[in-house]
């Protein structure tokens, strides 16, 4: 049997789950059942309540990811795509 991971979604499914969820909380259904539905865990759930309660719906919404900070500066990433681009453009023979 496959397990499912979360991670494999993409953004925007992730933010259809979480509010679909909450929905789901606040119409009456169990927390254990919801988060077992969702495949989701149960702290996984009450930390988006808890999200949700401070913050309303906009803190279940998909956020950008900027990734990791770059170790080149401007110039040293400009030379970079130059001497890339010049190798790239070589003819062998």
Do not use: C
């Not at 909380?25 to 077992?36: E, F, H, L, M, P």
């Not at 930390?47 to 950008?64: I, T, V």
């Amino acid at each position: 049997m496959t397990t499912f991971d979360a991670r494999t979604l993409s953004h925007s499914t992730l933010e259809y789950i979480r509010i679909q969820a909450i929905k789901a909380v606040q119409v009456g259904n169990r927390i254990r059942t919801v988060a077992k539905i969702f495949g989701i865990h149960r702290s996984t759930l009450h930390k988006w309540l808890k999200m949700f309660r401070k913050h309303g719906m906009e803190s279940l919404k998909e956020n950008h990811v900027p990734g990791k900070k770059s170790f080149l500066n401007k110039g040293q990433q400009s030379s970079l795509r130059f001497y890339v681009s010049a190798f790239t453009n070589l003819r062998v023979g």
